[in-house]
């Protein structure tokens, strides 16, 4: 454990809820100033997780380092990092100004300080006209900014979010996630971010832990998950929309897909040797239509400058193409796929771990 170059790092981190294990001797490294996600599905562990970093949540076994700092028993106001949550909780009567100083005003910080602060802040989050309004004046996004503005007057070391968009409507959620972007980028700040958006993490995060029933799944940036992930479940995770996965049959040293017979895949000797099947991942992004084919065109999503075409095998499973094409095949034709066979991805069947 390279305990001097990374800002927090947790060793065999555990909580334990009666026989629920929620968080599982979890190891992590976060650098400074980094923006790291905790990405899962719902009961994955990442809240608990990021409640035992801010010292919410008591831990069952394990530490946590912040900086120079064994804070795995220390109070959550002494450990330098403030938390922004989902819902946020403003106090309806106060003003802008007023709910961002609030803070600071109950630890008696001087009053010509604390409005340095809020306008400070209030210059990084845009809110300078919103100053004197109250609350219920505020879209939805404008208040959620106002509980990041109530968290940078504090100036923490570490800012933690647990899903801080999920109230907010689509179009909202990507406005923030820019803002979030730029914050990062302008403050410099590290920022643990817990999300079950795959797109979210993918789009904010420098690097991102994929979490499942409290275990580690794998640990890397956006791009490394989505190119190498090291087993089934973080290939279905990430990637929009998900991965198809096919059964391979090998024979000597060929490899077949028996409900994909247009696609031709090479492996290696090592491979065909120890495998007698593989399950196949092939992101919809990586094939193609081609005219002749015996899939079925199920129906298709024309988004503009892609569309997806949902397609059935012969027998019965289930196969997404991104397309570019302004032509799409109409619901009922048959056609085939071609696929880049360079970015197939193989896996055992049975383990469910990667085989390179
Ligand atoms: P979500 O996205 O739904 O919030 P999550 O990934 O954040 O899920 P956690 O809230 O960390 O998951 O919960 C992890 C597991 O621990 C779940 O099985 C949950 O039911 C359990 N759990 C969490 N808090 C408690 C608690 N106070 N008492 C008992 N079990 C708990």
């Known amino acids: 454990m390279t305990q001097q170059s990374s800002f927090i790092y947790t060793h065999n981190l555990s909580k334990h809820f009666g026989k629920v294990k929620a968080v599982e001797a979890v190891n992590l490294e976060i650098q400074e100033g980094e923006f790291f996600a905790l990405l899962g599905p ?31 028993t220390m109070h ?60 219920k004046t505020l879209s939805g996004g404008q208040r959620q900014r106002v509980a990041i503005g109530r968290s940078i007057v504090r100036g923490p070391e570490v800012f933690l979010f647990d899903e801080p968009l999920s109230n907010l409507d689509a179009e909202l959620r990507v406005e923030m996630r820019v ?23 993918m789009t904010l995060a420098d690097k991102i832990v994929v979490l499942k029933d409290g275990l580690i799944q794998q640990v890397g940036t956006p791009l490394s998950l989505y190119d190498d992930p090291e087993n089934v479940f973080v290939a279905g995770f990430i990637g929009s929309p998900t991965i198809n996965f096919v059964r391979g049959d090998i024979n000597g040293s060929k490899l077949s897909i028996p409900s ?51 397609l059935k095998t012969a027998n019965g499973e289930r196969i997404v193409v991104e397309s570019r094409e302004e032509k799409l095949p109409s619901t009922g034709a048959l056609v085939g796929i071609k696929a880049k066979a360079s970015k197939a991805l193989f896996f055992d069947p049975k383990t469910e771990l990667r085989v390179k």
Do not use: W
């Not at 099947?277 to 081609?290: A, Y």
């Open 260 to 310: 994909l017979k247009t696609i031709k895949l090479e492996i290696d000797q090592s491979i065909a040797s120890s495998h007698s099947e593989l399950l196949i991942g092939l992101r919809p992004q990586h094939l193609s239509l081609v005219e002749s084919g015996d899939l079925e065109v199920e129906f298709t999503e024309a988004l503009g400058d892609i569309s997806y075409v949902y």
């Open 42 to 72: 719902s009961g994955c562990g990442k809240s608990t997780l990021l409640r035992m970093i801010s010292g919410l949540e008591e831990v069952t076994s394990g530490q946590i380092h912040i900086g120079e700092r064994d804070v795995t």
């Open 76 to 135: 959550p106001a002494d450990r330098g990092i403030a938390m922004v949550f989902q819902s946020y909780a403003l106090y309806p009567h106060m003003t802008v100004r007023e709910n961002m100083g609030f803070g600071l005003k109950m630890s008696k910080v001087p009053s010509n300080e604390i409005d340095k602060k809020v306008n400070e802040a209030a210059e990084i989050l845009h809110l300078e006209e919103y100053l004197d309004r109250k609350p």
């Open 179 to 201: 803002e979030i972007s730029r914050l990062h980028r302008e403050l410099g700040t590290t920022i643990i971010y817990v999300t079950h958006d795959q797109v979210e993490a």
